[in-house]
């Protein structure tokens, strides 16, 4: 699901690397908890240098936020994304009882979920996403782990600069305000004509977003260390695209 990111970033001369979670992807089969999906990301986060900017999206939106509180020395940005709906029983709900029934059909519901996304996404960006397979059965331990999570606790312990991503049409929006008061330092998107994919259903904004991200973590880290910005590494971008906020 992260193919037209890595594409674009991996052309701009940016490392980046979409790692499997638990349950998902390479890892199908293995249980999914909090702690070994964040423990997945911190792997990914060494193997690329002594920090790196983090971005996840839905679920994996709130295992970055996980992350950024377990290690944030070594999170030199974060990009949370479609996930600024506080998780708590009554919304898990929403989505334990259509996962229950799915997992009652002879394939687990693959096939209405493929049909939902080639509905949803279209062209690349449903093709994208059923290239990675699509982990069913893993829905509802997922669901359980971030339900229990603290999310706006981890977010507020986390000092550095913070993007909140949304799709305008993104219905897991509903408590932005508070994510955004949580952060230390943070800011809040709403990409126009984008849902909850928001990766997806406008990709080059959504890479524009995380290409501007690392360039600020970058001159951030660069400044606190008061060594001179390799111009190269810059990127010559437009602000952020309509209807972005910033506090």
């Known amino acids: 699901m992260w193919r037209p990111q890595l594409e674009e970033l991996t052309r701009q001369g940016r490392r980046a690397i979409a790692c499997d979670l638990p349950g998902h992807g390479t890892r199908r089969g293995e249980p999914f908890t909090l702690g070994s999906a964040v423990q997945a990301v911190v792997d990914t986060v060494e193997s690329l240098g002594p920090r790196a900017l983090v971005v996840g999206l839905s679920m994996g939106g709130f295992v ?7 290690i944030p020395h070594r999170v030199a940005g974060l990009v ?7 998780p708590d029983q009554t919304l898990s709900q929403v989505y334990r009882i259509p996962t229950a029934l799915l997992d009652r059909l002879p394939d687990r519901g693959q096939s209405v979920n493929e049909r939902f996304h080639r509905l949803l996404l279209r062209g690349e960006g449903a093709q ?3 290239d990675g397979g ?3 059965e893993a829905a509802r331990d997922a669901i359980d782990e971030i339900t229990d999570m603290d999310v706006l606790g981890a977010l507020g312990s986390y000092p550095g600069p913070v993007w909140l991503v949304n799709g305008s049409r993104d219905h897991f929006r509903i408590h932005e305000k508070r994510f955004l008061d949580a952060c230390a330092d943070g800011r809040l998107i709403n990409v126009p004509r984008a849902g909850h994919m928001v990766n997806l259903d406008q990709p080059e904004n959504f890479t524009k977003i995380i290409a501007d991200a690392a360039d600020v973590a970058l001159l951030r880290r660069r400044h606190a260390r ?3 910005v390799e111009p190269s590494r810059l990127s010559r971008g437009t602000p952020p695209p309509p209807e972005a906020g910033e506090r």
């Open 64 to 70: 970055s936020i996980a992350t950024a509180a377990a």
């Open 80 to 86: 949370a994304a479609g996930c600024t709906a506080r």
């Open 128 to 130: 994208a996403v059923l």
């Open 134 to 136: 699509l982990a069913m």
């Open 226 to 228: 008061a060594d001179p």
